[in-house]
Nanobody
Framework: QVQLVESGGGSVRAGDSLRLSCAAS????????MAWFRQAPGKERDFVAA????????YYADSVKGRFTISRDNAKNTGSLQMNSLKLEDTAVYYC????????????????WGQGTQVTVSS
């Protein structure tokens, strides 16, 4: 089992930045691909970004490419999502996820999920 706890969400203005963190415990964090998904009210859970086990490869949804940066520190069992130039449409609950790997943008390939952290962007 891997337990994931997100933090860092909040309410910001459009154009601001936020940094989300994901603290992992349990099994060896470096064994898992890590990702961030988000879910807005009334919508499906959407892929945001993923990072390989070593951190050497990253993947982004087109909607956040160039604005968000995913990273991880396996020594500290943590992951993060730096979000810059936030837009109104980035408002959602953000979830950290970990899994053995596969098609990185499919939620179903991730076995472990955090409880989510709310990000609200206003004008």
């Amino acid at each position: 089992q891997v337990q994931l706890v997100e933090s860092g969400g909040g309410s910001v203005r459009a154009g601001d930045s936020l940094r989300l963190s994901c603290a992992a415990s349990g099994r060896t964090f470096s064994n898992y691909v890590m990702a961030w998904f988000r879910q807005a009210p009334g919508k499906e859970r959407d892929f945001v970004a993923a990072i390989s086990r070593s951190g050497g490869s990253t993947y982004y949804a087109d909607s956040v490419k160039g604005r968000f940066t995913i990273s991880r520190d396996n020594a500290k069992n943590t992951g993060s999502l730096q979000m810059n130039s936030l837009k109104l449409e980035d408002t959602a609950v953000y979830y950290c996820a970990a899994g053995p790997g596969g098609t990185y943008y499919y939620p179903n390939v991730y076995n472990y999920w955090g409880q989510g952290t709310q990000v609200t962007v206003s004008s």
